[in-house]
């Protein structure tokens, strides 16, 4: 870096004073000031030309002089066309100002700012060099989505991985989350979990994005890490004066009855001349919720399939959300800016659990110990235990499990233009992080038990006491509290240049550093009451609720029973050494406890270059190099001793692309995308960590020779845009993968440290896997006041070399065959009602030692509606429901009658208001 700053330098000297040439700038905006980006920009009778940015802004540099006739045009807009002159080392400015209207003959038909949003979006995803979906704030609007996650699931190709009801992780074109990237404004966001990489999208409100951006064939000058695609979060941007803009709601959630308040405010304006940009987004959220779930481990027995384990769990969540982004931009010159951004997340989640758990299974049916009482129905005997789940009853914890995430973000940056030469450059530093204080468990738990188990019907699996009334005998187990601290740093810096080389083609090139340092620091104790008659033998005799209830979601057969009251959990003085025996328990928590040291740096060029009026390509090259450090710990389970293990990887990946852009006419596009890309394995995959449970045979380690899956893709799509703001396009994708990285477990494998028969699990390198399909959408406006919005996708994949797996045919985990949104709309200048649909087939989620063992995502069905009606221009009345079909969360194993895990949320509904102040 020494030594490129010099060169820098000493070009932009030479540019200045060998290559002056005249600049033009500019910015567009509509009617109301709003700022119009994916704008096309041409100098008429020339090839040359640009796009506005997302604050609608554009420059066009090495002009010579003259004057030259400027031609604007967008959809859903008039064009517009203005003169100007330029001279030799002067910066020209020429602003405009887009009117609705009809266009070339046909309506436009433009509905408030709704239709606006969608009119953004289009543009800029019709005017950007990539294939790309582009989501706008506005368009967000249109749906009863409230985090940004439940937004991407409404794009084509993607859908969503669910954690409590809301979408968590997300999947795009087949790709599970590990192999997708995340970034806010192009900067890659850090991850708050200690052992992937996902950033959880259910932290970031919707209302604090003003544009979701998915990259599907990255290009040379982004992150390389998108095998399956790049989604870009853009924060919202300084308006062009003041606009102030709010919503105030409240609902109710019909699983746990309690009501919801959400609230949002933005505002920004502009000072000083218009030099001085602000603008200031808050949201906050509180919902109370919680799920339904049964869980069943499967096994085969001598005596058939029957179950080896299985839970019934009652959820009872508090989500509080609450976001802030600040950004601020100041314009020293009409050549150089500097800007300043912030985005500042924290979620808190208290949760308590109550977990029924029939265990031990398997040795009764084994041993041919239980009676057939119907086919499917066996009388037998079973460990039962029952736990509560909870924390401290004092500061923040509130008698609950309290996960507390935060990610924050603070970023510097300019906009330099030196004549011929442009430059952008950004420092940024992030943090992620999820605190767990005080979390606490207890269980009541007996072997031998007298149980039902019931697999008649294995979609709706049922293991539990034989007599519920033995609920309460159930005798005393265990008392643990633990703490929990993850966090993950990024420091990311870059350099962009852009340097035309004719009319033609402009050259760019820049540079990119990101030092990432994540940490995992748990710990774990285990207290024994010193006298035991005293504290509580059975259930019966300390303070308990009866949790089952009639209405339970995946059936009234399943009846959770009587648990510890978490308020009696919470209020325990564990510290007080004349109550409790305190132990720590190493093996619960130091094989997890990690410290990783991670740096890439990267380097592209590319070339853009307009071959006629209808073609342009772009060509590069992009290289990245990574140099990880990592220190797990390997337990020695006999003398309760860990030893620490160091992991150490460099490599360098070559990356070359190549996008073909073709205009058949101003609104029908054809693109086509070489691309290559990588995944980095997660990051607790790395960690050189041995895991043992003595208890359940179980062993786990990770892989620190993990190498980085790499992909080829290739991309083809057709677009066909409406003047009157719509969009029909077709496309298909291939993609050839090597090292994938999965995760498998062996049955019976012997550890000459610890031990025989164990189930061992650990991340491994796959060989090679093939993903293609297609993918088609469609959005327009339909008999004046009637919208469409329907996207399909379609996606296939197969692999091999899977160890212990090579005569299966297999697909890659993560990929959904049939991914489907429709969306119908009536809207007029004061009513809009919306009904939503989003499908997504199931799909392998996570390999087993055999076919039996396999884990899939089952296909999952989303129904919602939201309406709202202006009461003015500036005033607007709405209702939205979610989750109309009671969807749930299900796992099943090997085939889709075989429950795995099955949890229900219930739908919940939304009223409020919403106002939009602007000068």
Do not use: C
């Amino acid at each position: 870096m020494k030594r490129i700053l010099p060169l820098i330098l000493a070009f932009w000297a030479v540019s200045a004073v060998g290559f002056a040439q005249g600049i033009l700038k500019g910015k567009v905006v509509d009617s109301q000031n709003l700022s119009l980006p994916g704008a096309n920009v041409l100098l008429k009778g020339t090839t040359k030309g640009t796009v506005t940015d997302q604050n609608g802004e554009f420059s066009l540099l090495n002009l010579g002089t003259g004057e030259y006739e400027v031609l604007v045009t967008y959809l859903g807009y008039q064009s517009a066309e203005k003169g100007i002159s330029i001279s030799d080392g002067q910066t020209s400015v020429l602003n405009f100002s887009l009117q609705e209207g009809a266009i070339q003959g046909v309506e436009v038909i433009v509905f408030g700012d709704r239709l606006k949003g969608q009119a953004k979006a289009l543009n800029q995803q019709k005017t950007n060099a990539n294939i790309t979906n582009i989501v706008s704030a506005d368009q967000i609007g249109r749906f009863p989505d409230a985090n940004v996650g439940d937004a991407l699931k409404r794009i084509p190709g993607i859908t969503m991985q669910n954690d409590q009801g809301e979408a968590r992780n997300i999947v795009i074109r087949g790709m599970a989350p590990q192999l997708n990237s995340v970034t806010l404004n192009g900067e890659r966001i850090p991850s708050a979990e200690g052992d992937n990489r996902n950033v959880q999208m259910d932290l970031i409100p919707s209302d604090m994005i003003q544009t979701i951006e998915v990259n599907k064939a990255v290009l040379p000058n982004m992150d390389a890490d998108a095998i399956g695609g790049s989604v870009n979060l853009v924060t919202r941007q300084a308006p062009n004066g003041l606009r102030v803009s709010g919503t105030a709601a409240s609902g109710i959630n019909l699983l746990s009855d309690q009501p919801i308040w959400t609230g949002a405010l933005v505002i920004g304006n502009r000072f000083l001349d218009n030099k001085l940009g602000m603008i200031f987004s808050g949201s906050y959220n509180n919902h109370n919720f919680g799920s339904d779930n049964i869980e069943a481990v499967w096994y085969e027995s001598d005596n058939g399939v029957v179950l080896e384990e299985f839970d019934i769990r009652e959820y009872r969540v508090q989500r509080v959300r609450r976001s802030a982004t600040l950004a601020l931009d100041y314009e020293f010159s009409p050549n150089h800016k500097l800007f300043v951004s912030g985005m500042y997340n924290h979620r808190d989640d208290w949760e308590n659990r109550f977990r029924m758990r029939v265990s031990q299974l398997d040795d009764s049916f084994d041993d041919g110990d239980f009676d057939q009482v119907s086919p499917g129905v066996y009388q037998t005997q079973g460990r039962v235990e029952f736990e509560t789940k909870g924390g401290l009853d004092g500061g923040r914890n509130k008698a609950a499990r309290l996960e507390d995430q935060r990610v924050y973000n603070l970023t510097l940056g300019g906009d330099h233009l030196f004549n011929k030469l442009k430059m952008d450059w950004n420092l940024t530093y992030a943090k992620a992080s999820e605190e767990r204080p005080n979390e606490r468990y207890t269980s009541y738990r007996s072997s031998g038990q007298n149980v039902l188990v019931d697999v008649s019907n294995p979609e709706k699996p049922l293991a539990i006491l034989s007599d519920m009334d033995d609920n309460l005998a159930i005798g005393f187990n265990g008392l643990s509290e633990q703490y929990g601290y993850t966090y993950d740093e990024d420091l990311n810096a870059k350099m962009d240049f852009k340097l035309p080389y004719s009319d033609q083609g402009i050259l760019q090139f820049g540079l990119r550093y990101r030092g990432k340092n994540k940490v995992r620091d748990n710990n774990f104790y285990e207290y024994e009451p010193l006298d035991e008659d005293a504290f509580g033998a059975t259930i019966a005799d300390v303070p308990h609720r009866d949790y089952s209830d009639p209405n339970f979601l995946p059936g009234s057969q399943y009846q959770a029973g009587t648990f510890v009251d978490p308020k009696f959990l919470g209020g325990l003085d564990l510290k007080n050494p004349g109550l409790f025996e305190e132990s720590d328990v190493k093996e619960e928590y130091v094989p997890g406890n990690f410290t990783a040291k991670e740096s890439i740096t990267g380097a592209y060029v590319m070339a853009d270059h307009q071959f006629s009026e209808k073609l342009s390509v772009i060509g590069g090259l992009r290289l990245e190099h990574t140099s990880i450090d990592y220190v797990g710990n390997i337990f020695d389970i006999d003398n309760e001793e860990s030893r620490p293990a160091e992991g150490e990887q460099d490599y360098t990946n070559l990356m070359p692309g190549l996008h073909f852009k073709y205009d058949l006419n101003s609104n029908s596009i054809l693109r086509f995308a070489w691309t290559n890309t990588i995944a980095r394995p997660n990051y607790y995959d790395l960690v050189p960590y041995a895991a043992f449970s003595p208890e359940d045979e179980e062993l786990s380690r990770g892989n620190s020779n993990l190498k980085p899956a790499t992909s080829m893709n290739f991309d083809l799509m057709a677009e066909r845009y409406y003047e009157n703001v719509g969009l029909f396009s077709g496309g298909a994708f291939f993609k050839d993968i090597d090292d994938f990285v999965y995760t498998i477990t062996t049955q019976g494998y012997s550890d000459p440290q610890f031990g025989d028969d164990l189930e061992y699990s650990r991340p491994e390198n796959g060989g090679s896997a093939q993903v293609y399909g297609f993918e088609t959408s469609f959005q327009r406006q339909l008999l004046k006041n009637f919208g469409v919005y329907l996207n399909y996708t379609f996606t296939k994949s197969s692999t091999s070399g899977i160890e212990g797996r090579e005569e299966d045919d297999l697909e890659l985990p993560g990929t959904a065959g049939h991914m489907f949104n429709a969306s119908l709309s009536y809207e007029n200048k004061r009513l809009v009602v919306r009904l939503s649909l989003n499908y997504a087939s199931d799909y392998i989620d996570e390999l087993g030692g055999e076919s039996f063992e396999d884990r899939y995502y089952d296909q999952q069905t989303f129904l919602d509606v939201n309406a709202s009606y202006a009461i003015t221009p500036k005033w607007r009345v709405f209702a939205e429901g979610n989750n109309l079909t009671n969807q749930p969360l299900r796992y099943y194993q090997g085939i889709q009658s075989r429950t795995m895990q099955e949890e229900y949320y219930n739908a919940r509904f939304n009223f409020g208001v919403k106002f939009d102040l602007f000068d």
